[in-house]
């Protein structure tokens, strides 16, 4: 499974990077806005640290628009993925892009049906929203499973990219199914490495060592 980092903090990114937990990034308004930066800017940063995709978002809403700004998005580096929302005027822009060889990352999806309109359209990646859909009492892991199912029945490409990440659990459980790639908040993935065992086991070893008197360096 891939990670990505879902995030406009070039500090977060860069440190999990340089740990090799990065293969791409997400960004969107909210997260730009969140950074104070300015969006082109923090954008090459990103991508001058980052191989991986990078998804830069579009922000208008007719299919002419949203074409426009993604090439001047996909200018930014040769690895940026132009992120576009799941409506009919998203996937016209979809088809263009991705016929012009940009990656295209198509955000807001909270059906099986949007997800295999996307792969129709050309898509790199489909982004199924997770905690969004719990939030409103839905199970959102059970569409990452249907997007599964259907793109393994047709041989789609697109790839299954889990957002709204939202903890731990999601992580295993987009795993389990077979979501290509998942993209959570820097303090997600943080928390992957966390366990209480983990934090007891190793208190006695080293109240244990402590007795022995024993020295390694
Ligand atoms: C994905 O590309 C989105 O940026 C992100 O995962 C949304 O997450 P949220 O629902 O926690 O805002």
């Known amino acids: 499974m891939k990670f990505f980092v879902d995030s406009a903090d070039v500090a977060a990114i860069r440190e999990l990077a340089d ?8 960004t969107n308004p909210s997260l730009i806005l969140k950074s104070g930066r300015d969006i082109i800017e923090v954008t090459r ?52 892009l991705s016929g012009e060889g ?17 792969a129709k359209a050309g898509a790199t990646f ?33 790839e299954i990219l889990a957002a709204s990440i939202r903890s731990v659990n999601h992580v295993r459980q987009a795993a389990l199914i077979g979501a290509d790639v998942m993209t959570a908040p820097p303090e997600v993935i943080r928390k ?11 208190d006695t070893f080293l109240r244990d060592w402590e007795k022995t008197g024993q020295k390694i360096l």
């Open 19 to 26: 740990l090799g937990m990065v293969d791409g990034v997400t």
């Open 45 to 96: 940063e990103i991508c001058d640290i980052v191989d991986g995709p990078v998804s830069a978002e579009v922000v208008a809403l007719e299919a002419e628009a949203m074409i426009a700004e993604g090439r001047r998005l996909a200018g930014i580096a040769p690895n940026i993925a132009v992120k576009l929302p799941l409506t009919w005027q998203g996937l016209k822009a979809c088809r263009v």
């Open 102 to 118: 940009s990656m295209v990352n198509v955000t807001l999806c909270f059906s099986a049906n949007q997800a295999l309109l996307a």
């Open 126 to 158: 489909i982004s199924p929203f997770i905690g969004r859909l719990d939030d409103i009492h839905l199970d959102g892991m059970e569409l990452i499973s249907e997007i599964r199912t259907i793109y393994d029945n047709y041989g789609f490409g697109t």
């Open 192 to 202: 992957l490495a966390a366990h209480p065992l983990t934090d007891a086991g190793l």
